[in-house]
């Protein structure tokens, strides 16, 4: 379905074909018009579906830009989330002239404050920050009409059901409310019932949630094995843009290190890093400035980042809904992709609970040997050998080249420029990377009923959540006094490392 036939105002159907938008995604085709409607919906999506129209053209169509008071409000899990969605709303606002503000933690306060005395249309923000500003009577929310809650089940799997009620409370009943979620446990649906009014909802087809563009494959392996392993696997698959899931922080750290020692262009992001600097690796990442990209599941939930070709689970992850979030980086606008699951023996039975969600089987692929993937280094390294020439450009060169082949062999010479770009096996830096304990043995199954976010693991984890990424009111507090946030201590990280639900670390 065309954009023209959703009924939306000119100007956003004008802001939809600059972004390059054409055809509806099945999630904006479902939801659009039950929004346009008035109507409150709960949309099923996975990242990267194209949910952030699907709920904000609504919005911004519905929205009366010479009103200058807060019209729509959009909670967001995470920071990276929420910042994203305020720049896709502002794309799409844009000839409308919406202001659209965006508030979380780890930010200045007193500057959000400032830009929320300008009295934007939209506000999107995290739970703790908003919770913050609605204390300080900086955020008032009388005036909003439409209430958008985006990735419901990571909220609630970051223990801030609680913080969500308080916002809701300060919404006015009479409103419109979307709400969008990956999975669709008992929860979600009790938000549905106790703060929606008779809610419509749409499901992507299974089909669209099993990534069926993808080719998947695991390679079994031992912990120590999977580095070198990998790296040989870039050799010979030669990926162009690629994704890494670690399970810890300090494993992120460690890959992207090593990678970097070998040559690599990467970087690593997870929550320990400031702002800005996620945001600037990020950057990198979108324009191609960094070919390789470590992180925990936290760190890129919500980012939508395209043109990747490669996934590469390191860690397997323990929740099974999280791996079609991961493998879903890749693959997208009808592209294929390739994901690669590392997985350790006594860990199969999380490959065999991922594949019975997925309905398709992984293909085992044996790890390239050291001769493999020297001859995948030979290869990109004639490529772009071949690259340069046609460039050309050599004229000033040949007078030393002459003097050169006085005193070597053109096949010598060829050589010496092969051995340059090219990684000899032999000589490559040594990594290590410190050994993870492994996911539980056997647990696997039990551990993923429906949605399984109510069992006693995920209880104590969720506290371990609720404690460390509440967007951390002592935090923002302490920003006040002294002007930047509080660093967040690494000591807490021992404890979030082996129990993982729904993508979580």
């Known amino acids: 379905m065309k954009f023209k036939e959703l009924d939306l105002s000119q100007g956003l159907l004008d802001a939809v074909q600059k972004i390059g938008f054409e055809e509806a ?26 949910k952030t129209a699907a709920f904000g053209l609504p919005m911004l169509d519905k929205i009366d ?16 989330l929420a910042i994203q969605t305020q720049e896709e709303l502002f794309r799409l606002g844009k000839e409308k002239k919406i202001q659209v503000q965006a508030v979380y933690g780890g930010a200045d306060i007193g500057r959000q404050i400032r830009q929320l005395k300008d009295n934007p249309h939209i506000v999107v923000g995290t739970p703790g920050r908003m919770l913050d500003h609605i204390n ?27 913080d969500i009620e ?25 938000i549905g019932v106790k703060f929606m009014k008779d809610p419509h909802h749409v499901r992507i087809k299974a089909k669209e949630m099993t990534a069926d563009s993808i080719d998947q494959y695991y390679v079994k392996a031992k912990d120590y094995e999977k580095f070198d392993i990998m790296t040989r696997l870039f050799d010979v698959q030669l990926p162009e843009l690629t994704l890494i899931f670690a399970r810890t922080k300090r494993r992120v750290d460690e890959i992207a290190n090593g990678l970097e020692a070998r040559g ?25 400035q960094l070919d390789i990209l470590v992180a925990t599941d936290v760190a890129a939930r919500g980012l939508d980042i395209s043109g990747v070709t490669h996934v590469y689970n ?99 010479l060829a050589a010496l420029l092969l051995k340059t770009l090219a990684k000899d096996p032999a000589e490559v830096v040594p990594v290590k990377i410190t050994p993870e304990r492994p996911l539980p043995k056997g647990k696997s199954n039990k551990g993923h009923r429906k949605n399984d976010s109510r069992n006693r693991n995920n209880k104590n984890y969720n506290q371990n959540r609720r404690k460390n990424n509440k967007d951390d009111h002592k935090n923002n507090h302490q920003s006040n006094k002294n002007g930047s946030p509080k660093k967040s201590r690494r000591g807490n990280e021992k404890k979030q490392d082996f129990v993982i639900h729904n993508g979580q670390n």
């Open 136 to 162: 300080r009577r900086t955020l008032k929310l009388a005036t909003v009409e439409t209430l958008v809650l985006d990735e419901a089940d990571e909220m609630l799997n970051m223990g801030f059901l609680e």
């Open 314 to 412: 390191y860690d397997i992850p323990q929740d099974p809904d999280s791996y079609v979030h991961r493998i879903g980086r890749t693959g997208r606008a009808g592209k294929s992709g390739v994901s690669v699951t590392f997985v350790t023996p006594n860990e199969m039975n999380y490959l065999h609970v991922i594949e019975n969600l997925t309905k398709k089987r992984m293909t085992p692929m044996r790890p390239p040997s050291d001769k493999e993937a020297f001859e995948g280094q030979i290869s990109q390294a004639v490529e772009l050998i071949d690259e340069k020439m046609a460039e050309n450009g050599l004229d000033k060169y040949n007078k030393d080249a002459d003097e050169l082949l006085k005193h070597y062999s053109a096949q010598d």
């Open 25 to 50: 995604t099945p999630i904006q085709e479902e939801t659009i018009p039950l929004a346009m409607e008035e109507k409150d919906v709960i949309g099923q999506a996975q990242t990267g579906t194209g």
């Open 264 to 288: 690599y262009k990467a970087e690593g992001i997870h929550g320990d890093l400031s702002q800005q600097k996620r945001m600037s690796i990020l950057r990198s990442f979108k324009n191609s």
């Open 166 to 190: 308080k916002i809701i409370a300060q919404v006015p009943e009479k409103r419109q409310t979307l709400l969008f979620s990956a999975t669709m446990p008992k929860e979600i649906k009790t």
């Open 65 to 80: 830009p010479k009103k200058r008071q807060i019209q729509g409000l959009v909670i967001a899990p995470t920071r990276e």
